[in-house]
């Protein structure tokens, strides 16, 4: 049994598979314990769309994730402090994790200039300019008050060349020791992110240049460790080919977390590979579009077909709407645009991620998700692309 543990947060491996690097673990923060593999619902906006708090309880939701960009313009993570903190904010007792916005700026900043010191970025809400630096993302996550806070890395897109993805790994370690010595509330657990896109030897180097953090400065070890700058437009086949030797390369005795995966045959082979924790908006973005997932692969209720179907969403599946609609009532809804098909499909959807999350852990815990991982691939629930 592997444990590490720091201040008020603490990670125990219980199993690791015999055949895959799959592990069975409980994590444990201030608000709970986690038990991994988990998937995280997104809650950018300190909200998971169309679901309430209490409704994320009951599919089993452990942690969400809220967004450290969003709520810093909007309403102000100054205000999330007044309010108590992110957890009384909006009405969630349970752990959240927020990731540093370095992704967001990237991704969203069409004015983005970025320096070795931080960086200057303009607000997609009003335009206004504001300028971060490292210690800034530390501020703004302790005022959010969140259980586990991010490192501010800098996330090349896909393709960027070799010179491009070197120069982040370095800024992106660079950025993690300033994070590890502004980090003041022991009660947040920090986790550095390795970043160096499809190139395994700068995968490999950033995790060094994490691990030596630890040991040349007085700082303390880094909690936990996030995967970046994979699942920003690569094919999922290229994540994998260098996915399994990060995961590996990190410490054991740590929680590993791929950051932005929500498929689920994605999931799946990643947990056989070592990883813990993963997030990511399309559960609930593609319900909102009518798309779910399903024991029999991807299903789009706009299709005709469903029009007069009159048996359960997924015949594999108990969650709420599968136990109580139809697909015919569901397509209605999503053809009517009503708001009831956003509830309803994202429910299903993030309950279909966390129960799948369930089972891969009973495997591991029993020692058979070799098994579990052939079962799935040969099953149509893993034609979901």
Same mark, same amino acid.
């Given at each position: 049994?592997?444990?590490?543990?720091?201040?008020?947060?603490?990670?125990?491996?219980?199993?690791?598979? =015999?055949?895959?690097?799959?592990?069975?673990?409980?994590?444990?923060? %201030?608000?709970?314990?986690?038990?991994?593999?988990?998937? *995280?619902?997104?809650?950018?906006?300190?909200?998971?769309?169309?679901?309430?708090?209490?409704?994320?309880?009951?599919?089993?939701?452990?942690?969400?994730?809220?967004?450290?960009?969003?709520?810093?313009?909007? %309403?102000?993570?100054?205000?999330?402090?007044?309010?108590?903190?992110?957890?009384?904010? *909006?009405?969630?007792?349970?752990?959240?994790?927020?990731?540093?916005?370095?992704?967001?700026?990237?991704?969203?900043?069409?004015?983005?200039?970025?320096?070795?010191?931080?960086?200057?970025?303009?607000?997609?809400?009003?335009?206004?300019?504001?300028?971060?630096?490292?210690?800034?993302? *530390?501020?703004?996550?302790? @005022?959010?008050?969140?259980?586990?806070?991010?490192?501010?890395?800098? #996330? =090349?897109?896909?393709?960027?060349?070799?010179?491009?993805?070197?120069?982040?790994?370095?800024?992106?370690?660079?950025?993690?020791?300033?994070?590890?010595?502004?980090?003041?509330? =022991?009660?947040?657990?920090?986790?550095?992110?390795?970043?160096?896109?499809?190139?395994?030897?700068?995968?490999?180097?950033?995790? @060094?240049?994490?691990?030596?953090?630890?040991?040349?400065?007085?700082?303390?070890?880094? @909690?936990?460790?996030?995967?970046?700058?994979?699942?920003?437009?690569?094919?999922?086949?290229?994540?994998? @080919?260098?996915?399994?030797?990060?995961?590996?390369?990190?410490?054991?005795?740590?929680?590993?977390?791929?950051?932005?995966?929500?498929? %689920?045959?994605?999931?799946?082979?990643?947990?056989?590979?070592?990883?813990? *924790?993963?997030? #990511?908006?399309? %559960?609930?973005?593609?319900?909102?579009?009518?798309?779910?997932?399903?024991?029999?692969?991807?299903?789009?209720?706009?299709?005709?077909?469903?029009?007069?179907?009159?048996?359960?969403?997924?015949?594999?599946?108990?969650? =709420?709407? #599968?136990?109580?609609?139809?697909?015919?009532?569901?397509?209605?809804?999503?053809?009517?645009?009503?708001?009831?098909?956003?509830?309803?499909?994202?429910?299903?959807?993030?309950?279909?991620?966390?129960?799948?999350?369930?089972?891969?852990?009973?495997?591991?815990?029993?020692?058979?998700?070799?098994?579990?991982?052939?079962?799935?691939?040969?099953?149509?629930?893993?034609?979901?692309?």
């Amino acid at each position: 049994m592997l444990n590490n543990t720091s201040n008020s947060f603490s990670f125990t491996v219980k199993a690791c598979d =015999p055949v895959t690097a799959a592990r069975a673990a409980t994590l444990s923060t %201030p608000h709970g314990e986690i038990e991994t593999p988990i998937f *995280m619902p997104v809650g950018t906006q300190a909200t998971v769309k169309a679901l309430t708090p209490t409704q994320l309880e009951e599919l089993g939701a452990q942690i969400v994730l809220a967004n450290t960009y969003h709520l810093y313009l909007r %309403p102000g993570s100054d205000l999330v402090e007044q309010a108590g903190g992110l957890q009384r904010f *909006m009405g969630w007792e349970h752990s959240i994790l927020t990731d540093s916005g370095g992704f967001q700026i990237f991704s969203l900043a069409d004015t983005l200039k970025v320096d070795d010191e931080g960086v200057s970025f303009s607000s997609i809400i009003d335009g206004s300019h504001h300028r971060w630096r490292p210690e800034d993302t *530390m501020r703004i996550q302790n @005022e959010l008050g969140s259980d586990i806070i991010m490192q501010l890395d800098q #996330c =090349p897109p896909w393709p960027s060349s070799r010179d491009a993805v070197t120069q982040a790994v370095a800024r992106s370690a660079s950025w993690a020791r300033r994070c590890r010595v502004a980090q003041q509330n =022991p009660q947040q657990a920090l986790f550095g992110i390795v970043q160096g896109g499809t190139f395994l030897d700068l995968r490999l180097e950033s995790i @060094e240049r994490l691990l030596d953090i630890e040991t040349s400065d007085d700082t303390g070890a880094f @909690e936990g460790f996030g995967i970046g700058g994979y699942s920003v437009g690569e094919p999922h086949a290229v994540m994998l @080919e260098t996915l399994g030797e990060v995961a590996c390369a990190l410490p054991a005795d740590r929680p590993r977390y791929l950051m932005g995966v929500g498929n %689920p045959t994605t999931l799946v082979r990643a947990i056989a590979l070592g990883v813990d *924790m993963f997030d #990511c908006v399309l %559960p609930t973005r593609i319900a909102r579009t009518g798309t779910v997932f399903s024991s029999e692969g991807r299903l789009n209720l706009r299709n005709a077909r469903f029009t007069r179907d009159f048996g359960p969403l997924d015949s594999a599946c108990h969650c =709420p709407t #599968c136990t109580q609609f139809t697909r015919a009532y569901l397509r209605h809804l999503v053809m009517s645009k009503e708001i009831l098909a956003a509830v309803l499909l994202s429910q299903h959807n993030l309950f279909y991620l966390l129960d799948l999350m369930r089972r891969a852990r009973h495997a591991v815990l029993q020692g058979r998700y070799g098994s579990f991982l052939a079962d799935w691939e040969s099953s149509p629930a893993s034609h979901d692309f």
